[in-house]
């Protein structure tokens, strides 16, 4: 299984890119979203990778962050939704916006992605949404492996590179932090991921002490 790809940016297609690690060609798909935030072409970039297997195909797909490969990879899993589906969704809401439209029920965001229709929409909500507080904790943790747009097309160590990926937005950070801390409340996490994104769309740029305050108020019994 190939997990990540880190090399040079040889090739940008409409819906793919070809990179190039040690002289081999590796054509991977991703969605408009990852796309347009690669840099340009010769630049140095880093993917998460899922590779798709079957009799006749072998095809690899292109994540910039973990969160967006494990929504694909969760998107997938609801019937109607392929990969062009996912990677639909994925480039019109981004992972953080898939938690948050899952978390919270939002099938109108849903359905906004290319080709997804109302019922498909549904069955995404209804069937994913226990699983978003485990996709938002990852997003506060796991590594954005995107590399700067000026990076040098010369030979350079990679390793040093993947060894020190760039932070987590801060938001992402917080909501990760304030979802385990509910969760060690004793809240459910379906409640928990529905009332931190609540809590953050409300006010954006919350800290963690300030957004568990807020999530607490909204999973507080109403009189």
């Given at each position: 299984?190939?997990?990540?790809?880190?090399?040079?940016?040889?090739?940008?297609?409409?819906?793919?890119?070809?990179?190039?690690?040690?002289?081999?060609g590796y054509l991977v798909t991703c969605s408009s979203r990852t796309?347009?935030?690669?840099?340009?072409?010769g630049s140095l970039v880093s993917l998460y990778t899922d590779l798709?297997?079957?009799?006749?195909?072998?095809?690899?797909?292109?994540?910039?962050?973990?969160?967006?490969?494990?929504?694909?990879?969760?998107?997938?899993?609801?019937?109607?939704?392929?990969?062009?589906?996912?990677?639909?969704?994925?480039?019109?809401?981004?992972?953080?916006?898939?938690?948050?439209?899952?978390?919270?029920?939002?099938?109108?965001?849903?359905?906004?992605?290319?080709?997804?229709?109302?019922?498909?929409?549904?069955?995404?909500?209804?069937?994913?949404?226990?699983?978003?507080?485990?996709?938002?904790?990852?997003?506060?943790?796991?590594?954005?492996?995107?590399?700067?747009?000026?990076?040098?097309?010369?030979?350079?160590?990679?390793?040093?590179?993947?060894?020190?990926?760039?932070?987590?937005?801060?938001?992402?950070?917080?909501?990760?932090?304030?979802?385990?801390?509910?969760?060690?409340?004793?809240?459910?996490?379906?409640?928990?991921?529905?009332?931190?994104?609540?809590?953050?769309?409300?006010?954006?740029?919350?800290?963690?002490?300030?957004?568990?305050?807020?999530?607490?108020?909204?999973?507080?019994?109403?009189?």
């Open positions: 299984m190939i997990g990540r790809l880190t090399g040079q940016l040889a090739f940008r297609g409409p819906d793919h890119v070809l990179i190039d690690v040690g002289g081999v796309l347009a935030n690669l840099p340009a072409k798709l297997v079957r009799e006749d195909l072998l095809q690899l797909f292109g994540f910039q962050t973990m969160a967006e490969k494990e929504w694909y990879r969760l998107l997938c899993t609801v019937q109607g939704v392929g990969s062009k589906a996912a990677l639909a969704i994925l480039g019109a809401l981004g992972p953080e916006g898939v938690s948050r439209a899952i978390a919270l029920g939002d099938t109108n965001s849903v359905k906004a992605a290319p080709g997804v229709g109302p019922k498909i929409a549904l069955r995404v909500v209804n069937e994913l949404k226990d699983k978003a507080p485990a996709v938002m904790a990852m997003a506060g943790q796991a590594p954005d492996l995107t590399l700067p747009s000026g990076a040098p097309t010369a030979p350079i160590d990679l390793e040093a590179v993947i060894e020190a990926p760039s932070a987590p937005p801060p938001d992402a950070t917080a909501q990760a932090d304030a979802l385990s801390a509910l969760a060690n409340l004793g809240y459910a996490p379906s409640d928990a991921a529905t009332a931190v994104l609540q809590a953050a769309s409300d006010t954006p740029g919350l800290g963690t002490p300030a957004l568990i305050r807020a999530a607490l108020r909204l999973l507080a019994p109403k009189e």
